[in-house]
């Protein structure tokens, strides 16, 4: 039996792997896909403290290093279900079964896709979806805002502040998010609404150059130079619903100090009920989370 089973090798999962080491527990790290989470899927991080620029590969291969120098053991494997046992906790993966003293989830989101053909080819060059991750790339260019909520209001208002124009396209005939977002845009000369049109596909040969959208009056092709995509966050909990509460989205519900309603079960990163999904944040949650548990196995 280890004594803290990570599920998930984000930022927040490796965070958590590395304070656990440095506290002398026996750590065990589950990663379903590519080790270091979302970030490997962004070409350059411009936010992440002590790197100008750096490429998501680049960082998440300098975290999971770092971790391995620590004597983590990671595990390639995707957790299907979890369960209490009477010492602690056994997670079921398709591979094998994994015995801890305590878990950490920090499983992320997955950011919802349209789904639509040329989408995968351009993510991360020409698709993005975070203004405030990739906004400032697209500095006096032309871009388009795929989503009507919230998160895609507030995407359209930061970008308006450095693109030369922006066009939100918006399935529905109306926006669900705040009517005061739609207010603030509104009054902005370079952003164009586009409603009852949803986007059919991505253009270009290299660089992404266009989108086909469909909407009443037929189809066009809007020129663009880059797209965020901003129709929800999936987060993925699913393997641990038997374990923890999940609140209405998925996301397990708990405050900065990580805890949730299971006792030696950790959250952490962006599948928290939280307000900023980043690395910053997510790495505040691994160091939190590990802590925790190390006050939790000490205190058994
Ligand atoms: C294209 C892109 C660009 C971004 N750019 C930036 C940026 O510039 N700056 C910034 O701060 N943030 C950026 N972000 C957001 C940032 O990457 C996330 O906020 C951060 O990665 C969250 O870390 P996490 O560890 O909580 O989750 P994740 O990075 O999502 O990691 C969770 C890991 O858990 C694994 N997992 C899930 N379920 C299971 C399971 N059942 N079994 C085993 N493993 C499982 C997943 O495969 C994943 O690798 C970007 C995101 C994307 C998609």
Not at 49 to 56: K, L
Not at 70 to 99: C, H, M, N, W
């Amino acid at each position: 039996m280890t004594d803290i089973l990570v599920i998930g090798a984000g930022p927040a999962g490796l965070t958590a792997a590395l304070y656990a080491r440095r506290g002398e527990k026996e750590v065990t790290v589950v990663e379903k896909g590519a080790f270091g989470g979302q970030m490997t899927f962004s070409p350059r991080i411009e936010n992440y403290p002590g790197f100008e620029s750096v490429s998501g590969t680049e960082l998440a291969d300098a975290m999971v290093g770092q971790v391995l120098a620590q004597g983590a053991s990671l595990e390639p494997d995707e957790i299907k279900s979890i369960e209490k046992t009477e010492g602690g906790f056994r997670a079921v993966g398709e591979f094998g079964s994994y015995e801890a003293k305590t878990v950490i989830i920090a499983a992320g989101a997955k950011h919802r896709q349209l789904g639509v053909e040329g989408e995968n080819r351009f993510t991360g060059e020409g698709i993005s979806y975070c203004a405030v991750c990739d906004g400032a790339f697209y500095k006096g260019k032309r871009v388009a805002v795929i989503g009507g909520g919230n998160s895609a209001l507030q995407e359209a208002v930061l970008l308006s502040e450095g693109c030369e124009r922006v066009t939100l396209v918006q399935n529905l005939d109306y926006f669900t998010g705040e009517q005061k977002l739609v207010d603030t845009l509104k009054t902005k000369p370079n952003v164009d609404f586009i409603t009852g049109t949803v986007v059919t596909e991505f253009l270009g040969e290299t660089d992404l150059t266009g989108i086909r959208i469909s909407g009443k009056d037929g189809e066009r092709v809007l020129e663009v130079d880059g797209v965020f995509v901003a129709i929800g966050l999936v987060p993925q909990n699913g393997f641990a619903s038997g374990l923890v509460s999940l609140d209405k989205w998925g996301y397990v519900p708990s405050g900065e100090n990580t805890l949730t309603d299971c006792e030696g079960v950790f959250v952490a990163g962006d599948c928290r009920s939280k307000g900023i999904r980043q690395i910053a944040t997510a790495v505040a949650d691994g160091a939190t989370a590990a802590l925790a548990a190390i006050r939790y196995i000490d205190g058994m």
